[in-house]
């Protein structure tokens, strides 16, 4: 058993017989009350995002989940095939469990894989990843880093803002927690 304030985002929960994972949390403490805790959690099953109000100090049944590096392999139509790094078993992921993740994962890479009771929870990519711009309007001369950003899309699939003069065809580094333009990547 946990209580509600080991809540953090990321983690795993079984509440009214189904299982939850944390995306956001917030701990409040208001004037007159007792504390409660604010939470939006996901199904994990069906990918619901449910807003939730515990009481501070609540307890949870936790579930334990086991983290595993895989390599992402290729997308099939429907599943996204992982390969585990220890045993070379294969995983064939379903792209609603993904979801927006997809545009950061690139074949061949490495990404963190939750697994509870054989079964999959969730896919976390790298933190970072560097990609090839696809498409881009050009950059004009002139434009510097402290100018404006205009969106771009990666050879991942995924659509991120960049500023000004990065072009078509440069490497970039980004932080796939949110989607962010890092730096460019040289060579």
């Known amino acids: 058993m946990i209580t509600t ?9 079984k509440y009214d017989n189904q299982l939850w994972k944390i995306s956001e949390f917030q701990h409040v403490k208001p004037g007159k009350g007792p504390a409660f805790v604010r939470v939006k959690q996901q199904n994990i099953k069906t990918g619901a995002i449910v807003e939730r109000t515990y009481r501070a100090g609540e307890k949870i049944e936790d ?6 590096e895989m390599n992402y392999l290729y997308h099939d139509g429907t599943n996204y095939i992982f390969m585990d790094n220890e045993s070379f078993e294969q995983y064939g992921i379903n792209e609603i469990l993904i979801g927006d993740k997809s545009g950061y994962l690139l074949e061949n890479t490495k990404a963190t894989v939750t697994i509870h009771d054989g079964e999959v929870l969730d896919v976390v990519p790298p ?7 696809t498409k881009t309007d050009p950059g004009v001369k002139g434009d510097t880093a402290q100018g404006g950003t205009k969106p771009a899309t990666i050879e991942s699939g995924a659509t991120i803002m960049v500023p000004l003069f990065i072009n078509e065809g440069e490497k970039i580094k980004v932080d796939t927690r ?3 333009y890092v730096e460019r990547v040289k060579g």
């Open 63 to 68: 579930i334990r989940v086991e983290n595993r």
């Open 127 to 133: 933190n970072f990843i560097k990609v090839t711009v």
């Open 5 to 13: 304030n080991d809540f953090r985002p990321g983690t795993c929960f």
């Open 178 to 180: 949110d989607g962010r």
